[in-house]
């Protein structure tokens, strides 16, 4: 149970530390919390039987910092929404082309007579 929990921890705080230096660092949380969990259940565990390795202090060594970064990058970075001007203005220019081309089109009308559709045999 105990190398179930640890090595659980230790995979939660790996990716806790990957996803918190990746631009989506909000979602680094989840895996962060889930360290914490099973590192204090292994700890729980180890502190029973006596053997606290370190493998589990560095769990807790590597969640604190996934922790701290995204602490950092959620205090310190800004979202900055961009003009969208030019993204309409290409939207419009690429709506005009496809109205021009449509345009060019030549389609012929074609002319279809009733008696022509009740000779067609129908399957059913």
């Known amino acids: ?4 929990f640890t090595t659980l921890a230790i995979l939660a705080s790996i990716l806790a530390i990957i996803l918190s230096v990746l631009p989506v660092s909000n979602l680094a949380v989840i895996p962060a919390i889930a360290a ?3 590192g204090l259940i292994a700890f729980y565990l180890s502190k029973k039987t006596g053997h606290i390795k370190k493998i589990i202090q560095f769990t807790f060594l590597l969640t604190i910092m996934a ?6 990058k959620a205090i310190f970075t800004e979202t900055e929404v961009s003009s969208t001007k030019g993204l309409e203005a290409t939207e419009t220019k690429l709506e005009e082309e496809a109205l021009e081309e449509l345009e060019g089109l030549e389609i012929d009308e074609i002319e279809i007579d009733e008696t022509e559709l009740e000779d067609i045999p129908f399957e059913e």
Request: glycine share 0%.
């Open 67 to 72: 922790l701290i970064i995204i602490t950092y």
């Open 1 to 4: 149970m105990k190398k179930l």
């Open 36 to 38: 914490l969990i099973f």
